[in-house]
């Protein structure tokens, strides 16, 4: 493995990286064999984000996840991640209620699910007081502001936020405000790229941009998003680096066509008895009537 997979990402190595001028990579990731590829591609921060509702459990939006779900995948993720900080997202209703509450379910994707940090999205006067609390609990916050997708029934529809004065205004005070509640980072989704280089100039924490353009201190985006593993609507904001789709119903097709005509499974995927053996079987196995079939 290179050198640099070797150390493991820390969150003081991610202000690091900021001071440096370095850019963090980030990606989502839901399951064992992709956070293996992800990390072994010397991502920097791996998010089990709640996108999961919507790329693997087939959910219209990300507000029916539950931290079950969460726990249960981010499970699967830090089983695979050596490297990487595992960033478990918090779903819609697990920061909401009080402050106890909030705590407790963050503290289990540390204390149950090997995370490393959690985020949580928003940044109102009510959730700051929140993630000082898990702050204050020694858990690391993610902070995520601009187009917030647990807001989706609030909002109408997914759309580019802080094109106003007002909006540009309330996203920037929100990153600074999440900044000072103690956040070691913040996610910047879906807002000008003119916006996101000034946020990301007036903080000192590092800023993870998707489709926010490229002066932030980081990029993200969603594993199926990027790997073309999806069918639906890709936002303008995504670079499809691959159409594993495409590759993935091929591959399927070709294999339905093979057992169909008989091609597969070939000799080469067979086991078989000794001749011997062979020869000795119907006595082994005694009597009976044979069913019409294959040979
Ligand atoms: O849930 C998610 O995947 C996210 C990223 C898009 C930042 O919040």
């Known amino acids: 493995m290179a050198e640099e997979t070797a150390t493991r990402i820390t969150v003081p190595a991610l202000l690091a990286k900021k001071r440096n001028g370095e850019r963090i990579t980030a990606l989502t990731a839901y399951d064992f064999p992709a956070a293996r590829v992800v990390d072994e591609a010397g991502v920097?921060?791996?998010?089990?984000?709640?996108?999961?509702?919507?790329?693997?459990?087939?959910?219209?939006n990300t507000v029916p996840v539950t931290m079950e779900e969460m726990l249960h995948h981010t499970r699967a993720v830090t089983r695979a991640v050596r490297r990487a900080l595992v960033v478990g997202d918090m779903p819609y209703f697990s920061f909401h209620l009080s402050r106890d509450e909030?705590?407790?379910?963050?503290?289990?994707?540390?204390?149950?699910?090997g995370a490393s940090a959690v985020k949580v999205e928003?940044?109102?006067?009510?959730?700051?007081?929140?993630?000082?609390?898990?702050?204050?609990?020694?858990?690391?916050?993610?902070?995520?502001?601009?187009?917030?997708?647990?807001?989706?029934?609030?909002?109408?529809?997914?759309?580019?936020?802080?094109?106003?004065?007002?909006?540009?205004?309330?996203?920037?005070?929100?990153?600074?405000?999440?900044?000072?509640?103690?956040?070691?980072?913040?996610?910047?989704?879906?807002?000008?790229?003119e916006l996101a280089r000034e946020v990301t100039a007036r903080l000192r924490v590092p800023t993870i941009g998707i489709g926010a353009g490229p002066h932030c201190d980081g990029q993200i985006l969603v594993f199926h998003?990027?790997?073309?593993?999806?069918?639906?609507?890709?936002?303008?904001f995504v670079k499809k680096y691959l159409d594993l789709q495409d590759l993935l119903s091929r591959a399927v097709g070709d294999y339905v066509r093979d057992v169909r005509r008989?091609?597969?499974?070939?000799?080469?995927?067979?086991?078989?008895?000794?001749?011997?053996?062979?020869?000795?079987?119907?006595?082994?196995?005694?009597?009976g009537r044979k069913r019409k079939g294959r040979a």
């Open 122 to 193: 928003g940044a109102g006067a009510k959730r700051l007081k929140l993630i000082e609390a898990l702050v204050e609990a020694e858990i690391p916050v993610l902070g995520h502001v601009g187009l917030t997708p647990q807001s989706i029934h609030h909002l109408g529809r997914f759309k580019v936020r802080g094109k106003s004065r007002e909006e540009a205004r309330r996203i920037l005070d929100g990153a600074l405000s999440l900044e000072k509640a103690g956040v070691f980072a913040v996610v910047l989704e879906c807002v000008p790229r």
């Open 262 to 287: 008989g091609a597969f499974p070939e000799d080469a995927h067979s086991f078989h008895l000794p001749p011997e053996d062979c020869r000795a079987l119907p006595s082994w196995l005694g009597a």
């Open 225 to 236: 998003d990027l790997t073309g593993f999806t069918t639906g609507y890709l936002p303008k």
């Open 102 to 113: 909030t705590v407790r379910n963050a503290s289990r994707f540390l204390k149950e699910a």
């Open 44 to 60: 920097d921060l791996v998010l089990v984000g709640d996108s999961l509702g919507m790329v693997v459990l087939g959910y219209e």
